[in-house]
């Protein structure tokens, strides 16, 4: 099938190899850090369990991206797909946004909890847990709105044939404004512990490097 008379390319094997790679990748760093802290007999803080579990909320994603999106339809062009393909391609991809909207939550959560062990002062803990808490509520928020974006619910993966009734909240807002508030959230995460460079008893070579390591962390 061609489009504009340039072949349809289809994007799916390479969706599937790039969501198993960054799997395997990402449980191999899980595997590494669990097991050098327990080698170390190192304690394990409540940054190593939130991202263990940030890590197996992302198991099912990998496995919708492949068994569900990408088998419905996932870089293939819509007018190849049969009508049960892309209803159901609606259907993974509504739950793939309320887990992409948890998984963030939960990782910004483990860096934060990484923060509060590291960081003693008062203030700064004070500023840390507040951002606990901002971050818990902006990601319940969002998943409770990809959740219930569509009324009824089923009308996000309907919706496509004209054939139901219902409506839906503008995806475009709903997405434009986590991402606004994520990024704004990330530098903020990013400035609490460049804050407290100047106070480190460190000469100005390894506040560098403490900086560097803390912005490829949030990265």
Not at 131 to 142: E, P
Not at 156 to 183: M, P, Q, R, V
Request: some cysteine; proline content about 3%; charged content about 10%.
């Amino acid at each position: 099938m061609t489009s504009c008379g340039a072949p349809i390319r289809d994007k799916t094997n390479e969706y599937i190899i790039l969501s198993n790679t960054f799997a395997v990748i990402t449980g191999l760093f899980i595997v590494q850090r669990f097991a050098s802290k327990i080698y170390w007999k190192l304690p394990l803080g409540l940054d190593d369990w939130f991202m263990l579990i940030t890590f197996l909320s992302g198991i099912p994603s990998s496995v919708i991206t492949v068994h569900g999106t990408a088998a419905n339809g996932l870089g293939r062009n819509i007018w190849t797909l049969t009508p049960t393909e892309i209803t159901n391609f609606g259907y993974f991809f509504h739950v793939m946004a309320i887990l992409y909207f948890a998984q963030v939550t939960l990782l910004k959560l483990s860096l934060l909890f990484f923060y509060l062990r590291i960081f003693p002062t008062v203030g700064v803990r004070r500023t840390l847990w507040a951002t606990v808490i901002f971050n818990s509520l902006f990601g319940l928020a969002f998943v409770f709105t990809a959740v219930f974006q569509c009324q009824p619910i089923s009308y996000f993966w309907e919706k496509w044939d004209g054939e139901h009734e219902g409506h839906c909240a503008d995806l475009n807002a709903i997405t434009w404004s986590n991402a606004a508030i994520s990024i704004a959230l990330d530098f903020w995460m990013l400035a609490v512990p460049l804050s407290q460079l100047k106070a480190l008893n460190l000469d100005w070579k390894k506040k560098i490097g403490v900086g560097m390591m803390f912005c490829v962390g949030t990265l």
